[in-house]
Each structure stands twice: as C-alpha cells, then as structure tokens.
C-alpha cells in the first residue's frame, strides 16, 4: 500500500452478529484500522444500498440504519454515531460528473454493511463516514469505471470501503458449517483471487465462471469489491487478500486490501 495514500479495503461483512462478535474476522478488522494511516473520513460502498441511481450521503449527522429482522434486541440496539462529511460527499460528486450523483440530505444513513465493520475497524465512531450507493442499472465495467474515477480520494486522505461479500448464496446456508465453504463457493472465491491478484482490471470475467450463478445470485454483495478492483486498475496494482474463509457454506469471508 501506497504509505502516502489513505487505505482502500474490501471486508467481507458476512451476518451483522459480527458487529457484537468476537472471531477471526473482527480482529483482522480491528488490525486493520490500527495499523494503517487515520483517515480524514471513509467512503463507504456497501451491498445495502442498492438502488436504481447513484448517491451519496451528504448530511452531517447520518442516522444509524437497522435493516435486517430476526436479530436479537442488543444488535438493534446498536447505534454508530459517526459524523458525516458534506465536504467529503461533495469532492465525490466532483469526481463523478458528468454522472448525475444525487446528494441524500436525509432518506439514509449508515446501513448495516458499513457500521458492522467500521464497528471494529473505528470502534469510537471518530472517523466521519460518507456511503456511495450502488446504481444497480450498471453493469460490472460500469462500476469499475465510477471505481477509478474515484482513486484521488485516497490522496486526500480518504479511506475507500468496499462492504460486502464475494459468495453471498442465503438461500444455501447450512447452519451446521458456520467456518466452511461448499466446494462451488470455495472455487469461485479462488477464481477471484486469482483475477484480483493479478489483473484486477479483468473482474467482469467473474461473471462467466460456472459456479457464478450460485455464489451471485444478485449483485449487490459482489459489486463492493469491484470498486476495489477499480481502485487498483487506477493505480496500476493488485490487491492482497487477508482474513481469508467461508462461513455456512454459501458466504466467503474474504477481504482484501490495496497494495
């Protein structure tokens, strides 16, 4: 990693237990955000916001999203009170255009996938945080072309955040398996290592692997760690894995970093 440039990582976020848990995975986390460079704040592209346009969250004070069910009151509970960056949302409406990037003033916030990571990453919540979605009428290339649009945000001091999971199959979890892979997501997982390690630039031939129906049935778990992809292309480089595993079978708990 560039030790001029603030750090761009993929974390694959897996259930939101992790954000009260400790594992494996919390602790690289927590690693994480103590070895590498304070940030000014974290731009936060998260599976959770998946909508039909591409937005940024510009409000000073960004609520606490609760956006699941069937969890215990202590994780709904949980609040993460960073503050917000409008100057941060602004530089990433600048970075985009001519790409209409609408500025949420208030209809969102932090959602799951960014604060169940940042919970460990930035535990005090001191590190203002500003969340991209994920236009979900683009295709791959597209958000690997917004991706590299977005690489001088790591020299001016902000961190990119990439939340999300490369396999994220719900409807073939197994309960019984909660640190193993079933042999079609742990193929898959090492096809994208391999391009991500490599050739970054080439991700989009992820879609062609046999086995990327099932570990992609949608899109929106997968797309986080193509903007890291992107972020790497912009720079010439490759991106290293860490807190590598597998998780009820259908989830991959890889993550990577730049550099």
């Given amino acids: 990693m560039n030790p001029a440039a603030a750090p761009a990582v993929f974390l694959g976020h897996g259930s939101p237990m992790n954000t009260l848990e400790h594992n494996a995975y919390t602790e690289a986390w927590a690693d994480l955000g103590e070895s590498v460079p304070r940030p000014r704040a974290v731009l936060a592209v998260s599976a959770h916001w998946y909508v039909g346009a591409t937005a940024v969250t510009g409000m000073a004070r960004p609520r606490t999203i609760h956006d699941f069910a069937g969890f215990p009151p202590e994780l709904f509970a949980y609040e993460y009170p960073a503050p917000g960056s409008p100057e941060v949302a602004a530089e990433v409406v600048e970075l985009l255009a001519p790409t209409g990037v609408l500025t949420d003033l208030g209809e969102w916030g932090l959602d799951h996938g960014t604060w169940s990571v940042l919970a460990h990453v930035y535990p005090h919540a001191d590190v203002p945080v500003v969340q991209l979605s994920l236009d979900g009428r683009l295709p791959v290339e597209g958000h690997l072309e917004l991706a590299q649009r977005l690489a001088p945000l790591r020299a001016a001091g902000v961190m990119v955040l990439g939340s999300g999971n490369v396999v994220h199959h719900l409807g073939r979890m197994d309960w019984g398996r909660p640190d193993d892979g079933d042999d079609w997501a742990v193929q898959f997982d090492e096809h994208v290592l391999e391009i991500l390690t490599t050739d970054p630039g080439r991700i989009a031939e992820a ?53």
Avoid: I, N
């Fill in 207 to 259: 879609e062609q692997h046999p086995a990327y129906r099932a570990a992609v049935p949608t899109p929106e778990h997968f797309l986080p760690v193509v903007y890291l992809a992107g972020m790497a292309v912009a720079e010439g480089a490759t991106l290293t894995p860490f807190a590598k595993g597998y998780a009820y079978g259908s989830l991959s708990m890889t993550s990577y970093r730049l550099g």
